[in-house]
């Protein structure tokens, strides 16, 4: 009996030694410098599961030298992966809006089907022309394209008198992608360009879905086969490097990470460089959306971009907006593109407004493309904006 209860005793000492070992093998996180100044960290992510033969090639090691510190040699993701180890394998971002149409299904009650409704009618009065024009109004999507719309379908009334139910619902998604810009080039910056990394630069108000974006667009690439690294610098909270790391963690991406409180800009700089040694596609660097003044905020963003391309050329520059925002959202944007040059509008929360007709107003008051647009909190519903897409899932 006692030898037993002696050999289960052994039996769970050594299982709790081995999770010990386990988990401590999932993460990892290595301080570059104690005294560092920007106190940055990276932390190693867990390598590429043997399944996912997908998975980005891992990055080859770099040196993380701090700032003016001594180099010290960091090792990157080993090639080889660790067994029992196992990341997620997001879906390639192609088709995503198509498959997350149906989020959009309060724009599509408020504006599809209102419109087709009216449109059916057997011969459109005033009254209805002015109902069509207040459905598009309330929707969000601006009086200029407003006034386009209904004007292009007076002209066609004839041709909507005689009209069957899809042929009414063509025309509208016609019109629809007409005032979504359809020629806007709407590609990412995330490539290498001249043997450095892409390097995407994510701001906008506290908030509005940044670091959940940055996350998003991690696992977009990564299943679409590219390596990424990101950078943690929104210095203004811990939890938002931790969140980022969380992220990162799950599909096997490096983030470097800066003390609570640190110079954001140098956070930037050390995965820009980092990025550059181990010679990955895409650098994705998290910011601040809250300072303790709007200038300070501004500057900070200025600096962290002219900083960072000290190493690479910021190849993309994304604004994340609150869709449910409106208008307001509109005139905060207006601030960042003054202090730093955005070159795409990614616009979250569309699963939550029935306001999808926003996109058209945002594109047009700050004359930027949507790129790209959320549409729920799951990690994979970030999806490349297309408009003819988008205008078939608003119509439902
Ligand atoms: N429904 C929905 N929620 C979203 C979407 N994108 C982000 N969120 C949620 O919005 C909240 C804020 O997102 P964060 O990514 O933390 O926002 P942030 O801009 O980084 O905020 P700060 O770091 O405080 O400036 C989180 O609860 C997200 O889950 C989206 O497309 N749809
Ligand atoms: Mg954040």
């Given at each position: 009996?006692?030898?037993?209860?002696?050999?289960?005793?052994?039996?769970?000492?050594?299982?709790?030694?081995?999770?010990?070992?386990?988990?401590?093998?999932?993460?990892?996180?290595?301080?570059?410098?104690?005294?560092?100044?920007?106190?940055?960290?990276?932390?190693?992510?867990?390598?590429?599961?043997?399944?996912?033969?997908?998975?980005?090639?891992?990055?080859?090691?770099?040196?993380?030298?701090?700032?003016?510190?001594?180099?010290?040699?960091?090792?990157?993701?080993?090639?080889?992966?660790?067994?029992?180890?196992?990341?997620?394998?997001?879906?390639?971002?192609?088709?995503?809006?198509?498959?997350?149409?149906?989020?959009?299904?309060?724009?599509?009650?408020?504006?599809?089907?209102?419109?087709?409704?009216?449109?059916?009618?057997?011969?459109?009065?005033?009254?209805?022309?002015?109902?069509?024009?207040?459905?598009?109004?309330?929707a969000d999507i601006g009086i200029g394209a407003t006034t386009r719309i209904v004007e292009r379908l007076r002209t066609q009334?004839?041709?909507?008198?005689?009209?069957?139910?899809?042929?009414?619902?063509?025309?509208?998604?016609?019109?629809?992608?007409?005032?979504?810009?359809?020629?806007l080039d709407r590609t990412l910056g995330t490539e290498r360009r001249d043997g450095r990394p892409g390097v995407v630069l994510?701001?906008?108000?506290?908030?509005?879905?940044?670091?959940?974006?940055?996350?998003?667009?991690?696992?977009?690439?990564?299943?679409d086969g590219k390596s990424v690294i990101l950078g943690a610098a929104d210095t203004f909270r811990a939890a938002a490097a931790?969140?980022?790391?969380?992220?990162?963690?799950?599909?096997?991406?490096?983030?470097?990470?800066?003390?609570?409180?640190?110079?954001?800009?140098?956070?930037?700089?050390?995965?820009?460089?980092?990025?550059?040694?181990?010679?990955?596609?895409?650098?994705?660097?998290?910011?601040?959306?809250?300072?303790?003044?709007?200038?300070?905020?501004?500057?900070?963003?200025?600096?962290?971009?002219?900083?960072?391309?000290?190493?690479?050329?910021?190849?993309?520059?994304?604004?994340?907006?609150?869709?449910?925002?409106?208008?307001?959202?509109?005139?905060?944007?207006?601030?960042?593109?003054?202090?730093?040059?955005?070159?795409?509008?990614?616009?979250?929360?569309?699963?939550?407004?029935?306001?999808?007709?926003?996109?058209?107003?945002?594109?047009?008051?700050?004359?930027?493309?949507?790129?790209?647009?959320?549409?729920?909190?799951?990690?994979?519903?970030?999806?490349?904006?297309?408009?003819?897409?988008?205008?078939?899932?608003?119509?439902?």
């Amino acid at each position: 009996m006692e030898f037993v209860l002696i050999a289960i005793a052994i039996l769970v000492v050594g299982l709790v030694a081995g999770i010990g070992l386990l988990v401590s093998a999932g993460r990892r996180t290595t301080r570059l410098d104690d005294d560092a100044v920007a106190g940055t960290t990276l932390t190693r992510p867990r390598p590429p599961a043997p399944q996912a033969p997908e998975s980005p090639p891992t990055p080859h090691g770099s040196t993380a030298s701090g700032l003016g510190l001594p180099p010290e040699t960091v090792e990157l993701p080993p090639a080889e992966p660790e067994p029992g180890l196992v990341f997620d394998t997001p879906p390639p971002s192609a088709g995503r809006l198509v498959r997350l149409r149906s989020r959009l299904a309060r724009s599509q009650s408020s504006l599809g089907r209102g419109l087709l409704t009216v449109l059916a009618r057997e011969k459109l009065t005033e009254d209805d022309w002015e109902e069509i024009e207040e459905t598009l109004l309330a929707a969000d999507i601006g009086i200029g394209a407003t006034t386009r719309i209904v004007e292009r379908l007076r002209t066609q009334s004839m041709v909507l008198a005689t009209a069957s139910g899809t042929e009414l619902r063509d025309l509208l998604v016609s019109e629809l992608t007409g005032v979504l810009g359809p020629d806007l080039d709407r590609t990412l910056g995330t490539e290498r360009r001249d043997g450095r990394p892409g390097v995407v630069l994510v701001v906008g108000v506290n908030g509005a879905g940044k670091t959940t974006t940055v996350g998003k667009i991690a696992r977009a690439l990564v299943g679409d086969g590219k390596s990424v690294i990101l950078g943690a610098a929104d210095t203004f909270r811990a939890a938002a490097a931790d969140q980022l790391e969380t992220w990162g963690e799950r599909v096997g991406v490096l983030t470097v990470r800066g003390r609570e409180g640190g110079d954001p800009a140098s956070v930037a700089f050390e995965a820009v460089r980092t990025g550059v040694e181990a010679e990955v596609d895409t650098v994705v660097v998290d910011t601040a959306g809250r300072l303790h003044t709007k200038s300070g905020l501004m500057d900070e963003l200025g600096k962290v971009k002219r900083v960072v391309e000290k190493q690479a050329p910021v190849t993309e520059v994304l604004l994340v907006l609150d869709a449910t925002t409106g208008q307001n959202g509109v005139v905060q944007a207006r601030v960042f593109t003054e202090a730093v040059e955005v070159t795409g509008v990614v616009l979250t929360k569309l699963d939550g407004t029935a306001k999808g007709g926003i996109v058209v107003r945002v594109q047009q008051e700050l004359g930027i493309p949507v790129k790209l647009v959320g549409l729920g909190e799951g990690a994979d519903d970030l999806a490349p904006f297309e408009p003819k897409a988008f205008a078939e899932a608003i119509v439902g």
